[in-house]
């Protein structure tokens, strides 16, 4: 990983168009929150991915307004964790912390925070 990116930026180039369009702090730090599980569950061994995603679904299924929106939301948190492994592959540090602040309407700074604290960035 070079110096010069940092985990905010590669929690932005991995969670792409699922973070664009949002229009409140909330919905974006939702949103944010969903790609930092997929960044997390894609550091764990591929037998062990089904069950973590399985444990992730099993939060949202009570706010979910359907099944079929809860099928629609593991189909993203898959395909952010297959952006993760094909940009990131070597990186193996644990997202701990997201936050979304507002700098003026509908302008956003997300940040983001590796587990390890010598490994911090932002």
């Known amino acids: 990983m070079s110096n010069d990116t ?27 929150d969903i790609v930092r599980t997929a960044w997390n569950i894609a550091l764990l061994p591929l037998k062990d991915r089904k069950n973590a995603l399985k444990a992730c679904l099993q939060k949202y299924k009570k706010i979910a307004p359907s099944k079929e929106a809860l099928k629609g939301l593991e189909s993203e948190i898959n395909e952010l964790i297959i952006q993760k492994d094909l940009l990131y592959p070597d990186v193996s540090s644990e997202i701990v912390n997201t936050d979304v602040s ?18 911090t960035k932002h």
């Open 6 to 32: 940092n985990v905010s930026e590669m929690l932005l180039r991995v969670g792409g168009d699922f973070l664009e369009s949002m229009t409140s702090r909330g919905e974006l730090q939702a949103r944010v």
């Open 102 to 119: 507002e700098k003026g309407q509908h302008d956003y700074v997300i940040k983001a925070y590796f587990k390890k604290s010598d490994e």
